[in-house]
């Protein structure tokens, strides 16, 4: 009846959680809410925690039949909440906060009070364990409850699981993310989307129109909504509580309509009815990520919409359906998208790819107008990791070499960058000044930022080669630790004081300049600095799409096919007529230069570079990153910088937690998918190598 | 046939030699730098004898303590061919634990009157703690990974370290605690102007604090000042190490061990439980760990645990057991004192801030590996581990 | 004497006290099939690898085409024009057939990484010639259609040709095959040995290989050599080694044995 594993997993389970426990997670979190007023991170916590518990057990004991799992599944609830009822009481009677510092406070146990008594403190006195009962029930029910969803479908399973995930995240990071967009501005692109989409698969059905007519029809119909939108907005729909404005703050797509904007608005309704008409016929992918992106927008104008409302269920269930929705259809759309592709003339499909990225690009250029400062410079900062990521993935992912001091190569770029673009007592374009104070007034640095950054880069790659060098013949484990002292001596040397008067010492490099783009020779308006984060967007977007660019180059190549063979088999991949010091080196260099891209970007972005920006975290979190996203694949790091890098910046109270997750994730994935979330796609080269065969063929006949 | 027998001698190593080379000639170079630097800091007399005793009886200590922990990367690395990135986490948690009791002891009075069986108490448990967190690293992270190739284990490690770390800082707080001060006085009627202080107008003299002291002492009329503890913890460290060496060369075990270093799947066809041997090879790198972290605290001057402690002496031993060969017992033993000598004399010796000593370490790893990759007693790996 | 195609003299190599090949003088000339035999552990792959350059013989030489090889890097050694499989098969796992394929080209491209990244003219002419040839190549061997399979996912007896495409990817004049059919059955075996005479009459190679099959070691090469504890024992035609006593005392460990029987060797290896 209770199957043999129920005991024993819920008692390894409850060693992390009592550890957990010990280092106050639930006091930490106790005091954010996941939804406003109805539930906090600390409930959810434990929710995970026992749901997580109850799932491994119910997998088990799953084929004894729905009612049997649940009972297993509530005892391993139950076991757990009798420990830790345990552990409150105990550390009632002895107080631990001597050993453990951040196990919490509270009347009658530091442990009580949190959500381990359901919030109602223990008292000891009055006997009042009302608490510890009200847990143990939550424990159990909801054990019970997860181990239900093993009988559902597995794709339905999956599909509520991300949603809910997804969910609990936005609703989560609410505050940061609730004024991107409106309500009416995502069910107007929804629309648009839609009905070019739903023209485009009646029009297949039904006429014999040409995929171009399609587009047009789509575009047609874009036209005829935003015309629509004008309509409605010159009668006052865009005003404060008009059918166009919504509950939320003032839209900011369909205002554009007011404006010196309307040309734009109606280019963009235009473009996105053709495109939901191409969508209906392109590949997988692209189909997918523009509906998952649009769902994503419709959640935001509904987080948006309902960020004041009484009834807080309305904005997750809304969210969640939304999610759930578009999880569950999207992919099955998606195949049907896909067939329909493959079916199309190569030219046609060309054109659609060209368009979808087209599309995805002009997202991505105006994206910060609507984001805020705030989630533009989250977006940097994913954008910073996901170039250090695809560098370093040069060397881990293709090449097989573990460097653990990445941290080198950036510092490096970023203290280039302020060396020779920040005035200093030794760097100063122009006489050097006497004393320190008037450095800032008679100086300027020796260059521009445009001119320092490809210093920048090949100074990094240069020194990254250079330090490749000792180090070539070492293997895995040798060279992680000497990289790793490799880092460790760079922030060693930009922290001491004997090169203060260059690198700063510990103070580093203050105010280093912004980036100008000075175009005042066609105009003189077009002088812009790039000082706010949603303006340095544009060079961090420009320099993960220079990466990407170069590297995929690079690996498509005969240069990456030399560097994966290194990863499988050196000495076979040398056998084969690798030059395993030039590939290597090159590997270095490369890595380390697009470290240096970032550094020098990073350091432009912050104005201000200090040594404790360099230390080994950065290594780690680029490595966590990789590994967690897929070796070898940038798609793969790309996603783990997102998760990675992107979440912990809009969850910043979970800060203390952060790294523990991270070196956690390392172990767990190399466990579990050591190939990451992504894994790399081998390229598939047959029906290009049977075209230059026909095609050389064809040479040698004519010859 | 007669061009052929010429060529029986090799053109200096031939093109094959020809990475390694300028390599040799730069370490040749750099090395040359630092002796030139070394002579001319003597020849000035910026350095004298007196400085060199004392950093070489300082740094013996430090280094004895390396030893114990690059042991435990040895014995790993011997057995399992990956590097053990944790074990400065496993030392951590001897530190910790060793902390706890000995501060339990010192606030409950037990210390002062049982100074000895406090500190024997101290020391088991900080060898516990870290038995406890090897063997758990063991078998949670890395046995699933037996057979993986080289770099998953390793990132594993690496992933472990962090969680450790980690876990500490938010289980004990960021705040470094100090160890509490220990005085073990012994031989009151040997020294008996030691520690002498006025109690009712009564001169009382305890003798030699062996743990807290610190002494002017006369050496071929060269004065310093040194601790008891010094040596205390040098010649127990090579005590520990004895004990470990007559394990492995004499018990059953120890011959295991050593099989199963040498081929792990023919030992498992001869009826050695590898896995057992493999624990074992965890517990006993746990237990140096722990002895080494337990004598690393009672030092006065090292006494601070922090959960960040154990990072730097886990590279540090790890350089040590690199530059005696990895996988090398008595290499990580003599890569430990070695490790340890060159930091506290090197400094002064080439005239920079002590705080660059961590670059001498990572700098004698460079030249090491540059020179001479299987460390100086590492001859035996090189082909296995190709 | 023919055109003597590999020339190695009197090498030695030792490990710590072992002495693995002792004073071994072989040579091969251009078009021939030869074979390398002898009981495991007589030192043939040790041999194999210092001609490939995996180790360094500690004395005497090896002369391919005239030139000294002996002592190179491997790189250097596959670019003059030697390539070899291995006995446990050494395949780029997480790579594909054709990409397998193309590293063995490798020392035949000459495209530079900045070619790569803005995929010059030049270098998309290489890469499309190097995949026409790939592609043949795949045909020649029987991979037709397999091309974009990882190489962990092919079977094992395909595992062996892809090893084979890869080696002739670097267009060598001569061949070194390591155990061609270990671990094969008869069947597979008979197909291993006709496409190893279609190898070298299709593509004037000269092939040089080691094998434990004598069935196939004698049916199919123009000159034997036997190694027994680091020493060549003997060398000749197919059927003058198999007559010869050292052969066969180092195969059965006594010289008991009627030295008329001349297929003596063949039965024992047969039923082993």
């Not at chain 1, 912050?606 to 230390?615: A, K, L, N």
């Not at chain 3, 023919?2 to 030695?12: E, F, M």
């Amino acid at each position: 009846m209770i199957h043999r594993t129920t005991i024993p997993y819920s008692l390894y389970a409850c060693i992390p959680i009592v550890i957990l426990t010990l280092t106050g997670i639930f006091a930490t979190f106790g005091g954010r809410d996941v939804i406003r007023g109805e539930l906090n991170l600390s409930t959810l916590t434990l929710a995970a925690m026992v749901g997580i518990t109850a799932y491994l057990v119910g997998v088990q004991a799953r084929e004894r039949g729905l009612a049997l799992t649940v009972l297993n599944a509530a005892l391993s609830g139950l076991i757990i909440a009798l420990v830790l009822s345990a552990l409150v009481l105990f550390e009632a009677q002895n107080d631990l906060r001597f050993v453990f510092q951040n196990i919490g406070r509270s009347a009658g146990g530091n442990l009580s009070g949190s959500v381990l008594t359901a919030g109602r403190p223990i008292n000891a006195e009055t006997g009042d364990y009302r608490g510890l009962l009200e847990m143990a029930a939550f424990c159990v029910t909801w054990a019970g409850f997860i181990s239900t969803t093993l009988f559902l479908p597995r794709r339905l399973r999956e599909v509520i699981f991300v949603a809910a995930m997804l969910t609990l995240t936005i609703s989560l990071s609410q505050g940061q993310v609730n004024n991107i967009i409106t309500l009416p501005d995502a069910l107007a692109l929804t629309l648009v989307l839609v009905l070019g989409y739903v023209a485009a698969v009646w029009a297949e059905a039904n006429t014999g129109l040409s995929a171009t007519a399609k587009a047009g029809i789509g575009a047609g119909l874009g036209l005829a909504v935003a015309v629509g939108i004008w309509l409605i907005a010159g009668a006052g729909g865009l005003e404060r509580g008009g059918v166009l404005y919504g509950q939320g703050t003032q839209p900011v797509i369909l205002s554009m309509v007011e404006d010196s904007r309307i040309v734009g608005f109606f280019i963009a309704m235009i473009l996105a009815g053709a495109l939901g008409a191409v969508l209906s016929r392109s590949s997988g992918q692209a189909h997918d990520a523009f509906w998952y992106l649009l769902a994503g927008l419709l959640a935001l104008g509904i987080i948006n919409s309902q960020r004041r409302a009484d009834n807080v269920w309305i904005a997750v269930i809304g969210v969640f359906s939304v999610l759930a929705l578009a999880l569950y259809f999207v992919p099955l759309l998606g195949k049907r998208a896909q067939t329909a592709f493959e079916r199309t003339p190569p030219k046609f499909q060309r054109n659609a790819q060209w368009f979808a990225t087209g599309t995805a690009m002009a997202i991505l250029f105006l994206a910060p107008q609507f984001m805020g400062l705030y989630v533009s410079n989250v977006f940097n900062q994913i954008a910073l990791y996901a170039v250090m990521g695809i560098g370093l993935n040069v060397m881990i992912g293709y090449t097989g070499l573990l460097d653990l001091g990445y941290v080198a190569s950036f510092a490096i770029g970023a203290y280039t960058l302020g060396v020779l673009t920040t005035p200093s007592l030794v760097t100063c374009g122009g006489s050097l000044p006497e004393t320190a104070a008037d450095v800032a007034t008679q100086c300027t640095g020796i260059m521009t930022f445009w001119e320092a950054w490809p210093i920048c880069v090949l100074f990094s790659g240069l020194t990254g080669t250079l330090l490749g060098i000792p180090v070539l013949r070492l293997r895995g484990d040798y060279l992680a630790i000497v990289t790793l002292g490799f880092g460790e001596i760079t922030n060693r040397v930009i922290l001491s004081n004997d090169f203060r008067d260059l690198l700063g010492g510990a103070q580093g490099i203050a105010g280093i300049p912004s980036p100008v783009i000075d175009l005042g020779m066609f105009n003189s308006a077009w002088t812009t600095t790039l000082s706010r984060s949603n303006d340095m967007y544009y060079l961090f977007l420009f320099s993960v799409i220079i990466t990407m660019f170069v590297v995929y180059q690079l690996a498509n190549s005969r240069t990456g096919r030399a560097w994966r063979a290194i990863k499988a088999d050196e000495d076979v991949a040398q056998a084969m007529g690798i030059n395993l010091m030039n590939n290597k080196l090159l590997a270095f260099g490369v890595s380390s230069a697009f470290a240096g891209l970032g550094g020098a970007v990073f350091g432009a972005s912050v104005q201000g570079i200090f040594p404790r920006s360099f230390t080994l975290l950065v290594s780690i979190n680029v490595l966590s990153l990789i590994i967690i996203g897929g070796m070898g694949s940038i798609p793969g790091v790309i996603l783990g910088a997102f998760i990675l890098i992107g979440l912990p910046e809009l969850l910043r109270e979970l800060d203390a937690y952060r790294l523990l997750t991270f070196g956690a994730l390392l172990v767990v994935v190399m466990i579990v998918k050591p190939e990451g979330l992504l894994p790399p796609k081998p390229p598939e080269l047959s029906e290009a190598g049977e075209a230059a065969r026909r095609s050389s063929n064809m040479t040698k006949e004519a010859a | 046939m007669s061009k052929g027998s010429r060529a029986v001698r090799f053109r200096g190593g031939g093109l094959g030699l020809f990475i390694q080379s300028p390599l040799h000639i730069v370490g040749t170079a750099f090395l040359l730098f630092l002796v030139y630097v070394a002579v001319s800091n003597i020849a000035a007399g910026d350095y004298t004898l007196r400085q060199f005793l004392q950093n070489l009886i300082f740094g013996l200590a430090q280094g004895s303590i390396y030893s114990l922990i690059a042991l435990g990367y040895t014995l790993v690395y011997g057995i399992l061919f990956m590097i053990n990135f944790a074990h400065g986490e496993v030392f951590t948690a001897g530190a910790y634990s060793g902390f706890f009791t000995m501060y339990t002891f010192a606030q409950s009075g037990f210390l002062q009157e049982n100074t000895l069986i406090a500190i024997l108490l101290t020391f088991l448990s900080g060898t516990i703690a870290s038995v406890m967190v090897a063997v758990a690293l063991e078998r949670v992270a890395y046995r699933p990974l037996r057979n993986a190739p080289r770099l998953v284990p390793l990132i594993t490690a690496i992933g472990a370290s962090i969680t450790l770390q980690q876990l500490y800082l938010r289980l004990f707080g960021a705040s470094a605690r100090r160890f509490p001060d220990i005085n073990l006085y012994i031989l009151p009627d040997v020294f008996t102007d030691l520690e002498c202080r006025v109690v009712d107008g009564v001169e009382q003299c305890l003798g030699m604090d062996i743990i807290g002291g610190i002494y002017p002492v006369e050496i071929f009329g060269i004065a310093l000042r040194l601790r008891p503890i010094s040596f205390i913890v040098f010649f127990g460290a090579l005590f520990i190490m004895w004990a470990l060496w007559m394990f492995i060369q004499k018990t059953k075990t120890g011959r295991a061990m050593r099989a199963v270093a040498e081929d792990k799947s023919t030992s498992a066809l001869m009826g050695i439980n590898v896995d057992r041997v493999i624990v074992t090879t965890f517990i006993l790198g746990g237990a140096l760990a722990g002895a080494g972290a337990v004598l690393f605290v009672i030092i006065p001057g090292n006494g601070q645990v922090n959960p960040l402690m154990g990072f730097f002496p886990g590279i540090k031993a790890f350089t040590a057991a690199v530059i005696g060969g990895i996988g090398n017992v008595p290499g990580a033993m003599f890569g430990g004192l070695f490790l340890g000598v060159a930091e506290s004399v090197g400094p002064s010796l080439l005239g920079i801030s002590n705080q660059l000593r961590d670059v001498i370490s990572f700098g004698l790893l460079v030249l090491v590996l540059i020179f001479r990759p299987t460390g100086f007693f590492g001859e035996v790996l090189s082909e296995k581990k190709v | 004497m023919g055109d003597v195609l590999l020339d190695v003299q009197t090498i030695v190599k030792r490990f710590g006290g072992l002495t693995a090949v002792n004073h071994v003088d072989l040579q091969i000339e251009r078009g021939m099939i030869a074979s390398l035999i002898g009981p495991n552990g007589a030192g043939k792959t040790t041999f194999f690898n210092c001609v490939t350059g995996f180790y360094k013989p500690d004395s005497g030489a090896i002369l391919f085409e005239g030139q000294p090889i002996h002592g190179l890097r491997t790189d250097y050694i596959l670019r003059s024009g030697v390539a070899r499989t291995y006995q446990n098969i050494r395949l780029f796992a997480d790579m594909t057939v054709i990409e397998n394929v193309l590293v063995g080209m490798h020392s035949r491209l000459r495209s530079s990484p900045i070619g790569a990244i803005f995929r010059l003219p030049a270098t998309r002419r290489e890469e499309q010639a190097a995949l026409a040839k790939a592609m043949d190549l795949l045909d020649f061997v029987g991979l037709t259609d397999k091309g974009d399979l990882l190489a962990s996912n092919l079977a094992y007896g395909f595992q062996r040709r892809l090893e084979i495409a890869r080696a002739l990817a670097s267009e060598p004049r001569l061949l070194l095959l390591d155990e061609p059919t270990a671990g094969m059955n008869p069947n597979e075996t008979e197909a291993m040995t006709t496409f190893i005479r279609k190898l070298r009459d299709e593509l004037d190679l000269t092939i040089f290989l080691i094998e434990h099959d004598m069935k196939l070691v004698m049916g199919l090469s123009d000159q034997v050599s036997v190694m027994d504890y680091g020493v060549k024992i003997s060398e000749g035609t197919p059927s003058h080694v198999q007559n010869d006593p050292k052969v066969i005392k180092a195969y059965l460990g006594t010289s008991e044995v009627d030295e008329e029987s001349g297929g003596v060797i063949e039965d024992a290896e047969l039923e082993s």
